[in-house]
């Protein structure tokens, strides 16, 4: 899951990490009232969607005055942004950040992520901070410094000065910076973090730090004890569908292309997706209704597959293990009747009572397909939807 820059801001400052003055506003008035209260000389209005590369598209401005405040917040919201991170449909923006500015000495990189192949959690961290941190670590890789952190007996001080002297930090900041990292480092263990990002850390010009940007990801599966972060989930910037297929407990990603594809157990759902590219196909997306699919399960699917309006087909590929082949056909044959498919329908079931299922969906009179096989299947859906027959 992601938050927002002013929510990672929240938590930052909850453990004792400096951040610039500031709250968030939803409308222009508010932004006002908000660099009112900071009566800073430069005020700062920053977008808040969940992407990065605002600045370079538009997203962060500074404001000499209260008018000019007004004005660019009259710009910002309601403002597409397009950025690398964005897609090109680009997002919406719905809230701002108004803070006071800050008088930037130098602009670090600095994050921790957990790091899968060595088993640690990762301090990158990068003199060359700042909105051009992709190409710094593309064309300089020798600049991006890196320190592993074992989990098992967590931050040490010593880690700390070892980023710091890499870094090049003036001396008298050092200890102020060991205690920043020992900081981000709580707050990344506490809060089941598998990112946090500061771009850029600010050493200003009278040598405080201050993180001038925020970005956290978190670990769903962690989600379950973290109600403060939960509480940060912003529905504008997810998927709608993908919301609704979590209140459901399915497991679906919306993709770029047109074949629909319903499956039970992750592993099957990328088989298909392969199989549906050999084929010559694109699917549109990722579901996979679990290992305990039952009629009720299959029926929120077709709902959400048929939801997406560049689905022209959907194949439906299920192998029966604990799952019984005759419930799922069952849950097509109801679904079928009350959500109208308008789209081809090809259905592959194998495993237990495989046939029981089959016979079931021809003796139902339906305009669908019954496959053999998951690849017959795949190149039957393919076929059926670029004839665009509905
Ligand atoms: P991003 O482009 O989405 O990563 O947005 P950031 O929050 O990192 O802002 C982009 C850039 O705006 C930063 O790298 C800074 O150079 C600049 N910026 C942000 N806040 C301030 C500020 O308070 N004062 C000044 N002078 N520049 C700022
Ligand atoms: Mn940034």
Known sequence: MNIHEFQAKQLFSRYGIPVPRGRRADSVEEAVAIANELASSVTVVKAQIHAGGRGKAGGVKLAKSRDHVEALAREILGKTLVTPQTGPQGKVVKKLLIEEGVSIGHEFYLSLVVDRASASIAVVASREGGMEIEEVAAKHPEKIIKVFIDPTIGYQPFHGRRVAFALGLPKDVVNAFVKLLGSLYSLFMAKDASLVEINPLVLTTDQKFVALDGKMNFDDNGLFRQEDVRAFRDLDEEEPLETKAAEHNLNYVKLDGTIGC????????????????????????????????????????????????????????????IVRCERIAGGIIDATREVRVGVPLVVRLDGTNADEGKRMLAASGLDLDVADTMWQGAQRIVALAQKGRA
Do not use: Q
């Open 262 to 321: 319903m499956v039970n157990g992750a592993g099957l759902a990328m088989a298909t997706m392969d199989v549906v590219k050999l084929a010559g196909g694109e699917p549109a997306n990722f579901l996979d209704v679990g290992g305990g699919a039952t009629k009720e399960t299959v029926k929120e699917a077709f709902g959400i597959l048929l939801a997406d309006p560049h689905v022209r087909g959907v194949f439906v590929n299920i192998f029966g293990g």
